[in-house]
């Protein structure tokens, strides 16, 4: 099976810190997302990749940056980390247009 | 653009009963998929059932069901013989035939299942 695996499970970081998010997945898949979950919200696109060193903007990609120097690798960056960025994030891959997303088991970022 | 809509926030349901949660969706588009995923507490989001809507046949999975009615716009998941694991956050989908391959998340609805 796939695995998207998300390097923490909890985060608790200081307003003005740059937080990383990172994610691995193990299946050489090309494409990979960034979706933040809120409750009332359901999941937002942030930010997604399509191969290495490519980016796409999603619905919601203010305050956040992305970066993809290895294929397996996709990380989330919040330059300036805000109390509104407080949120669960969540990684997802997959292999191409025809095939099913799999999903990280989340970060659930705290910002103080 | 698109949009999903689940109206539902919570539902319940007694074990071994069956169970349907709603989700409505807006689009121009005659081609795109429609998917059910659920999240358990573990968090991590599973697929349920995915839709093609130029199916007319709904989609079924063991216990779980879909009433794709593409007019209505209306894709429900129905959920027979509910057990404790299927207790969850479950969210519709809608992603586009050919774009970007963006998904299109509602807002989800919590499920309780009761002994």
């Known amino acids: 099976d796939v695995k998207v695996t998300q390097s923490s499970r909890y985060l608790v970081k200081r307003t003005g810190e740059k937080v990383f998010l990172e994610c691995v997945q193990d299946?050489?898949?090309?494409?990979m997302f960034w979706y933040r979950q809120d409750p009332g919200l359901g999941l937002r696109l942030i930010y997604f990749s399509y191969d290495v060193k490519m980016k796409e903007k999603g619905d919601i990609p203010e305050g956040y940056s992305v970066s993809r120097e290895k294929k397996e690798r996709f990380s989330l960056i919040l330059e300036s980390a805000s109390t509104n960025q407080t949120s669960m994030y969540l990684c997802a891959s997959r292999r191409g247009l025809n095939y099913g997303y799999t999903f990280g088991s989340g970060t659930r970022l705290t910002v103080v | 653009a698109q949009t999903v809509t689940q109206s539902q926030p919570e539902m319940s349901v007694q074990e071994a009963e069956t169970v349907t949660l709603s989700c409505t969706y807006d689009t121009s588009e005659s081609d795109y998929y429609l998917f059910w995923y659920k999240q358990p507490p573990s968090r991590q989001m599973i697929l349920v059932i995915r839709q093609e809507a130029y199916k007319q046949q709904n989609a079924t999975e063991n216990r779980f069901s879909v009433n794709f009615q593409k007019a209505a716009k209306s894709f429900s998941l129905k959920i027979s013989d509910s057990q404790l694991g299927d207790a969850a956050m479950y969210f519709c989908a809608y992603r586009s035939w050919d774009n970007t391959d963006k998904l299109i998340f509602g807002t989800g609805t919590r499920l309780q299942v009761f002994p």
């Open positions: 299946m050489d898949h090309e494409n």
